[in-house]
């Protein structure tokens, strides 16, 4: 539009050159954003040079990796501070001729959008392998000629290749407008990069299961899953009913005191019924998202390592870290602090300390079940249980159940604890279900007349005085005999007790056998730990005089020698033969 010939200026709004004024700020602070990431790359390389320099010092083993990764280290600096040199001019303005032609040239590299992403990408090879490379600051003063070269060569062949890479793609990207080219070896590195990310993932998911394992290792040497599969495959379907769809159901649902004690004689089964119970807490689904966790562990006078405070409350640390891994952090911070440059596994903590970090652990959960088997079968009872008093009184929410063959009264005396005994009102139907299960499944017995059947339940019911192992040997002893005759004569002449049925096996082992049974049970009274079957056979081959032990006076397990033994059916013996 025009007045008199004149055209008309359109004046801008006060909202138009604010517009204006921002739109330039923003392409004047874009083009000082390379630049300034250029110098931190930079200053990147000569940190790492100096610390790579620091290894070259006192490492002599990997000397020819320690100088191609200084040379490709080099040759980055020196690309990038070309297009440093580029970006500068064209900030300022001031450059000739030559620099005008050159800076047209590589102009429309450095504005793409594949530039700024090798830039982060170049950043971020840089701090990865300077935090590989990086020792943490230790009061320990290791000498240069300990140093070790904490890179493996195929780490090293990698980051030369993508360090090599990285400088093309910047010399490109200073020389030429060849933006194909850019981009294809763009589009290489980025492919690399995600094979590296790939691998350090593998390798980050490797080193953490190593450390897991060691803190385990560190915190528990013994596990308690071995006993608890063990004691479930004894467990028969319907059987402990009474247990638990009543007080354990209670008790898992807050309707009793979070203290719960099950209490039996020896031989009755409460192992196999807390086994039944921990199965029935899983299947509820304690052990995820929802952050109640169930931790449980087995006691056994057979081995030392169960009885020890320390492995009993580790053990459950481990299984409420396992439950959610988050609480593994303050573990690994107490490994690594009584750790330090020592490659030697550190001292174990106390049981105070054990305890502390329990406690610590089940304050960060919304519940924790803790589920502990003969309590009173460790030297140190008492120190467990004063241990689980504190965790009650200190910890989150935490609810406690015990069995044992002793009372307990003692041990909670400011806090109710709901008491269960397994009586033989309570087992006889259990015991009847184990006996139908045994004539279904055991070859000796499931062929015999059902009129003997019936006569064996009925002698063994009024008589097991709730024991279920005094059954089981009673089922054997009579799976044993040879005819029904024999059988119905065993009947009439079965033992009253656990303990008057071991002494009739012994009474059957043959003379020529007794010396080895002798010895077998001194190896077996006296051992640390459980012994395999394996094991035993071994040890009772050793004699006072003997120089030479070979296969003419080893006897073998898999030839029928220890069944005299194994009528005994000591738990300390282990079914694993290796």
Known sequence: MTVAGYPLISIPTAAELNKFSNALSSSVAKKMEAPAAIIGLTAAIQQLLTTVYQFGQGVREAKAEINQLCSELLALKAALDHVQLNLNAGLTGSFGAAEDAQLILSSSNFSTSEFKDMISSTDECLKGLLARLDRKPSKFKIPLNRVTWPLIKSEVKQDIARLDQLKSFFILATTSDNTVLCRELYLKVCAMDRRLKDQESVQERKHTSELRQALKKWLAPCDPHYLFEKSLGDFHEGTGEWFLDGIFSDWMDRRTEPVLWLRAKPGSGKTTLLSAAIKRAQDRDYQAPSLKCLAYFFCSFTDQDSQDPRNILGSLLIQLCE????????????????????????????????????????????????????????????????????????????????????????????????????????????????????????????DLPAALKDDIKVTLQTRHDGVFRWVRCQLEALGDQNTPQEIRLALQNVPSSLEQTYSAILTRVPRHHSEKVKQMLFWLSFALKPMTLKELCEAILVADDDIVIDNNVRCGHDKGDLGPFFGLRIPHVSGDQG
């Not at 303050?330 to 440059?341: A, F, H, S």
């Not at 140190?380 to 044992?404: A, D, P, T, W, Y």
């Open 323 to 446: 439950a959610d891994p988050k609480l593994w952090k303050d573990v690994e911070d107490q490994y690594l602090k009584r750790k330090g440059p020592s490659p030697h596994e550190p001292k174990r903590m106390e049981v105070r300390e054990v305890e502390q970090l329990l406690t610590q652990s089940t304050r960060q959960l919304s519940e924790t079940l803790v589920i502990l088997d003969a309590a009173n079968e460790s030297k140190q009872s008492s120190k467990i249980l004063q241990s689980l008093v504190n965790l009650l009184q200190e910890g989150g929410s935490v609810r406690i159940m015990l069995s044992s063959t002793e009372g307990l009264d003692h041990v909670f005396p400011s806090r109710k604890a709901t008491l269960a005994t397994i009586e033989q009102a309570k087992t006889s139907q259990d015991i009847g279900k184990y006996m139908e299960a045994c004539f279904e499944d055991d070859h000796k017995l499931c």
